[in-house]
T-cell receptor, first 111, second 115 residues
């Protein structure tokens, strides 16, 4: 059974204070690892897809990396508008086509 | 262009009643997914449609849940004899194709409250 564990559950940072969010996963054949951002009352918004260990992707203040067991979402010099819940999900070769999600990291950036 | 749309945005119903939730995927997307997000829980996969193929129902929690997709586009998720534990946000997503690693784009969700 595919499993995704995100840590920490919640993180409070000062504006400009860089940090990383962790996503540990167990899958039977990784087809893709996805990062989404979810604002209160809205659906998840796609950020990144990573397919193989060693891959990295960047977008503005965010950078996602992938190893064989985990992914990190690095946030550099965050701003208050980066406050949201960040979700990690995997799609495996185990049969089911839906994504398996972690419970998310609730990030608060204080001005 | 237009994203995934869902209706209604909110639904309040009484225990035992049936409800229907609707999803309009992004135009041209052949794959459609339903998920459930309960308070304090992660998103839970429910069902997947790819074109005209038989749906993958592996995530449906009970036989009270069913879904259909008409004409390869709009989908309806039906919950019969609703229970209080069915209260959650129901999210729909679509992707260009159901192949490996395709990005799923989500709608805003339907917030269901069963009293």
């Amino acid at each position: 059974e595919d499993q995704v564990t995100q840590s920490p559950e919640a993180l409070r940072l000062q504006e400009g204070e860089s940090s990383s969010l962790n996503c540990s996963y167990t899958v039977s054949g990784l087809r893709g690892l996805f990062w989404y951002r979810q604002d209160p009352g809205k659906g998840p918004e796609f950020l990144f897809t990573l397919y193989s260990a060693g891959e990295e992707k960047e977008k503005e203040r965010l950078k996602a990396t992938l190893t064989k067991k985990e992914s990190f979402l690095h946030i550099t010099a965050p701003k208050p508008e980066d406050s949201a819940t960040y979700l990690c999900a995997v799609q495996s070769g185990g049969g089911a086509d839906g994504l398996t999600f972690g419970k998310g990291t609730h990030l608060i950036i204080q001005p | 262009g237009a994203g995934v749309s869902q209706s209604p945005s909110n639904k309040v119903t009484e225990k035992g009643k049936d409800v229907e939730l609707r999803c309009d995927p992004i135009s041209g997307h052949t794959a459609l997914y339903w998920y459930r997000q309960s308070l304090g829980q992660g998103l839970e996969f429910l069902i997947y449609f790819q074109g005209n193929s038989a749906p993958d129902k592996s995530g449906l929690p009970s036989d009270r849940f069913s879904a259909e997709r008409t004409g390869g586009s709009v989908s309806t998720l039906t919950i019969q004899r609703t229970q209080q534990e069915d209260s959650a946000v129901y999210l729909c997503a679509s992707s260009v194709a159901g192949t490996s690693g395709q990005i799923q784009y989500f709608g805003p969700g339907t917030r269901l409250l069963v009293l």
